[in-house]
């Protein structure tokens, strides 16, 4: 006789009698919580009867995959190797507990005992005593269960833990092999036989089982179980580290050779937090060794090998300041010309580099690099979309409607691209296409969930276009998948020095940012006519796009619209208003597009060359309650 833990939830009480009846009519004692005496500590009572159970029956119902008390009790048999999981009503049950092999109960009606019944009462037969050490299960004591809480993601993180425990028997994910080629096999194991080590490798291989859409190529997972006559082409090694709680991670070829590694040892993240750090970082080393090793574009040798990956894994998480990337993607393309994924990554990268270098300063001969690389790309691949990206930013002072083509041909030759959805994105932001930004924007971060930097991306989209609460929403989801990361870190002081608390997020900086970022702090802390009038005096000493987005902003959000047109209309640089054009489309500056005088500014920059040229007129424009008609003020200006 086996005691059984029966979780559900309270809205399916009445199909639940009908397996409590079965389960005893075949010797087995059931613990379900009806039956609990008032008064009782109902969660002590649980966790006592979790611990007793031989067996963990859990019945999945559209209304229990919504509950965190059954997940909890769920994810307790499953860790240990006693869950067994049934659904009631034909529902699949929630992430993390797919792998395992559900009976389908959803036409029983209580009556007779169908081939499905029976398969339950064997399951829970196989975990009677003799081959458990447990202890009865307590008495029953009465107390309703409690309202399911709010769902932690805790609860969400541990909904991904290891299925592989059972049996010790090895996890098979299996992708479709791609035209016939080789299934490439992932072996995941823990470098020791400490326990927290174990549990790391089985749960990121539940994790990288649940992540396999964002995959590039065709692959099988196992565990540490797997033959040895099947050696895996890929091992990811797992190790706790013991002195700070955080862990190691290591990714190793056929031939065991050290591919990458990084530890997670950041006092600040939890536990549930690093475990999800550790299956998206892995994933994305792993989409890269893929790709790598499909042979698509020729392999690379062993040392080059090392540097895509490291390059290719750190280009998600770096943030805008590429620089650091230039160099070893250019060592891979040198030594691997025709292996297009490292020249995808080195033209991307060489944008952000000139573009970053550009605002600040530095980099003498970034562009002329960048150009050069561009043009090797496309001497080995004509329509190389990247190419078009770095023709943008290389490009000496386009018009508006030249940067928009160029990001348009980009789009048109690859229309899947994220990286070049997320510049179609910013390119839409600079000319008052909010709508089309978001939706380029959320399309990039779909195609690519494992990168941070476009999932960042479009917490900025969202918030510049006056989104704030699903902004703040994608920022809560980034800072758990992927904490610590400085692209994330970089978005968070974006969302609080425009939105939150301004002088929070002054103060988190840590360090002067220079005197035009001091002068701009003072003139949005105390917005006072001698902190403006020392920000505008500094910025029109130091003219570059930088400092004039600082006063559009300051001055936009003080509303003060007369001194704002007052300085863009004497501005002696097109090239820096033109360049700061995102900034006019963001939620402080509404005040000011509803004077004429903008439409005088957007014209001077361009924008309304391109609004006519191209018919895509900015959102702005369809306001009913805007003063101006956008159209007929266009063409007075450019009769």
Same mark, same amino acid.
């Given at each position: 006789?086996?005691?059984?833990?029966?979780?559900?939830?309270?809205? =399916?009480? =009445?199909?639940?009698?009908?397996?409590?009846?079965? $389960?005893?009519?075949?010797?087995?004692?059931?613990? !379900?919580?009806?039956?609990?005496?008032?008064?009782?500590?109902?969660?002590?009572?649980?966790?006592? %009867?979790?611990?007793?159970?031989? %067996?963990?029956?859990?019945?999945?119902?559209?209304?229990?995959?919504?509950?965190?008390?059954?997940?909890?009790?769920?994810?307790?048999?499953?860790?240990?190797?006693?869950?067994? +999981?049934?659904?009631?009503?034909?529902?699949?049950?929630?992430?993390?507990?797919?792998?395992?092999?559900?009976?389908? $109960?959803?036409? !029983?009606?209580?009556?007779?005992?169908?081939?499905?019944?029976?398969? $339950?009462?064997?399951?829970?037969?196989?975990?009677?005593?003799?081959?458990?050490?447990?202890?009865?299960?307590?008495?029953?004591?009465?107390? +309703?269960?409690?309202?399911?809480?709010?769902?932690?993601?805790?609860?969400?993180?541990?909904?991904?833990?290891?299925? %592989?425990?059972?049996?010790?028997?090895?996890?098979?994910?299996?992708?479709?092999?791609?035209?016939?080629?080789?299934?490439?096999?992932?072996?995941?194991?823990?470098?020791?036989?400490?326990?927290?080590?174990?549990?790391?490798?089985? =749960?990121?291989?539940?994790?990288?089982?649940?992540l396999r859409p964002a995959m590039a190529g065709s692959m099988r997972l196992v565990n540490s179980s797997v033959n040895a006559s099947d050696r895996p082409d890929f091992v990811f090694q797992t190790a706790a580290l013991a002195d700070n709680g955080g862990a190691s991670l290591l990714l190793a070829d056929a031939g065991d050779e050290v591919l990458w590694s990084k530890q997670f040892d950041d006092p600040k993240t939890s536990a549930a937090d690093r475990r999800q750090q550790i299956a998206y970082t892995a994933a994305r080393v792993l989409r890269c060794a893929l790709q790598e090793s499909s042979g698509e574009y020729g392999r690379l040798q062993s040392d080059t090998r090392q540097v895509f990956l490291d390059a290719c894994a750190a280009s998600a998480e770096i943030g805008w300041d590429t620089r650091l990337l230039v160099a070893p993607l250019r060592k891979v393309t040198q030594a691997a010309p025709k292996f297009r994924p490292a020249w995808a990554l080195l033209l991307i990268a060489d944008s952000n580099a000139v573009s970053f270098a550009g605002t600040n300063g530095s980099g003498i001969g970034l562009s002329e690099a960048a150009r050069q690389d561009s043009a090797r790309a496309r001497s080995l691949f004509p329509k190389m979309a990247e190419a078009s990206i770095v023709d943008l930013y290389t490009m000496a002072n386009p018009s508006l409607t030249q940067a928009a083509n160029l990001v348009e041909r980009a789009k048109l030759q690859d229309p899947d691209n994220p990286a070049i959805l997320n510049e179609h994105a910013i390119m839409m932001m600079s000319v008052g296409r909010l709508s089309d930004a978001i939706e380029d924007a959320q399309r990039a971060a779909n195609l690519d969930p494992l990168s941070p930097t476009l999932r960042t991306a479009l917490i900025r989209t969202l918030a510049y276009a006056g989104q704030i609460d699903p902004a703040r929403e994608e920022l809560d989801r980034a800072k758990r998948l992927w904490p610590g990361t400085e692209t994330v870190r970089q978005a968070e002081f974006s969302i609080e020095f425009r939105y939150g608390d301004f002088q929070r997020a002054v103060r988190e900086v840590g360090e002067t940012q220079g005197p035009g970022y001091d002068l701009y702090a003072a003139a949005r802390l105390r917005p006072n006519d001698t902190n403006v009038a020392r920000l505008i005096d500094f910025a029109s000493k130091h003219r570059d796009s930088d400092h004039l987005s600082w006063i559009i902003q300051a001055l936009g959000e003080m509303n003060r619209v007369d001194r704002l047109y007052d300085v863009l209309q004497s501005w002696p640089l097109e090239r820096d208003l033109k360049q700061g054009s995102y900034v006019f489309f963001r939620p402080w500056l509404a005040k000011a597009r509803r004077d004429p005088r903008f439409m005088i500014v957007a014209k001077r920059v361009g924008l309304v060359d391109y609004w006519q040229q191209s018919g895509k007129w900015p959102d702005f424009c369809g306001d009913s309650q805007l003063p101006y008609d956008c159209k007929k003020e266009a063409a007075k200006l450019s009769a």
């Amino acid at each position: 006789m086996a005691s059984v833990f029966l979780s559900y939830d309270r809205d =399916d009480a =009445d199909k639940v009698r009908a397996f409590v009846r079965a $389960l005893e009519e075949a010797g087995h004692s059931v613990w !379900w919580d009806l039956h609990v005496r008032g008064g009782a500590q109902f969660g002590k009572v649980i966790e006592e %009867a979790l611990k007793a159970a031989d %067996a963990v029956v859990v019945l999945w119902s559209r209304n229990s995959i919504e509950s965190a008390w059954v997940k909890d009790e769920a994810a307790v048999g499953r860790d240990t190797g006693r869950l067994i +999981p049934v659904t009631i009503d034909g529902t699949e049950p929630p992430l993390g507990f797919r792998q395992f092999q559900t009976i389908d $109960l959803s036409r !029983w009606t209580g009556r007779r005992k169908p081939t499905e019944l029976n398969a $339950l009462l064997a399951a829970v037969q196989t975990l009677e005593p003799g081959q458990s050490d447990r202890s009865p299960i307590p008495p029953p004591q009465v107390v +309703p269960r409690p309202a399911a809480p709010r769902r932690s993601w805790f609860v969400i993180a541990a909904g991904l833990a290891v299925a %592989a425990a059972i049996a010790g028997a090895a996890l098979l994910v299996l992708f479709p092999s791609w035209g016939g080629k080789k299934i490439a096999t992932v072996a995941v194991r823990s470098v020791d036989s400490n326990p927290a080590s174990d549990a790391l490798s089985r =749960d990121l291989l539940v994790q990288l089982g649940e992540l396999r859409p964002a995959m590039a190529g065709s692959m099988r997972l196992v565990n540490s179980s797997v033959n040895a006559s099947d050696r895996p082409d890929f091992v990811f090694q797992t190790a706790a580290l013991a002195d700070n709680g955080g862990a190691s991670l290591l990714l190793a070829d056929a031939g065991d050779e050290v591919l990458w590694s990084k530890q997670f040892d950041d006092p600040k993240t939890s536990a549930a937090d690093r475990r999800q750090q550790i299956a998206y970082t892995a994933a994305r080393v792993l989409r890269c060794a893929l790709q790598e090793s499909s042979g698509e574009y020729g392999r690379l040798q062993s040392d080059t090998r090392q540097v895509f990956l490291d390059a290719c894994a750190a280009s998600a998480e770096i943030g805008w300041d590429t620089r650091l990337l230039v160099a070893p993607l250019r060592k891979v393309t040198q030594a691997a010309p025709k292996f297009r994924p490292a020249w995808a990554l080195l033209l991307i990268a060489d944008s952000n580099a000139v573009s970053f270098a550009g605002t600040n300063g530095s980099g003498i001969g970034l562009s002329e690099a960048a150009r050069q690389d561009s043009a090797r790309a496309r001497s080995l691949f004509p329509k190389m979309a990247e190419a078009s990206i770095v023709d943008l930013y290389t490009m000496a002072n386009p018009s508006l409607t030249q940067a928009a083509n160029l990001v348009e041909r980009a789009k048109l030759q690859d229309p899947d691209n994220p990286a070049i959805l997320n510049e179609h994105a910013i390119m839409m932001m600079s000319v008052g296409r909010l709508s089309d930004a978001i939706e380029d924007a959320q399309r990039a971060a779909n195609l690519d969930p494992l990168s941070p930097t476009l999932r960042t991306a479009l917490i900025r989209t969202l918030a510049y276009a006056g989104q704030i609460d699903p902004a703040r929403e994608e920022l809560d989801r980034a800072k758990r998948l992927w904490p610590g990361t400085e692209t994330v870190r970089q978005a968070e002081f974006s969302i609080e020095f425009r939105y939150g608390d301004f002088q929070r997020a002054v103060r988190e900086v840590g360090e002067t940012q220079g005197p035009g970022y001091d002068l701009y702090a003072a003139a949005r802390l105390r917005p006072n006519d001698t902190n403006v009038a020392r920000l505008i005096d500094f910025a029109s000493k130091h003219r570059d796009s930088d400092h004039l987005s600082w006063i559009i902003q300051a001055l936009g959000e003080m509303n003060r619209v007369d001194r704002l047109y007052d300085v863009l209309q004497s501005w002696p640089l097109e090239r820096d208003l033109k360049q700061g054009s995102y900034v006019f489309f963001r939620p402080w500056l509404a005040k000011a597009r509803r004077d004429p005088r903008f439409m005088i500014v957007a014209k001077r920059v361009g924008l309304v060359d391109y609004w006519q040229q191209s018919g895509k007129w900015p959102d702005f424009c369809g306001d009913s309650q805007l003063p101006y008609d956008c159209k007929k003020e266009a063409a007075k200006l450019s009769a």
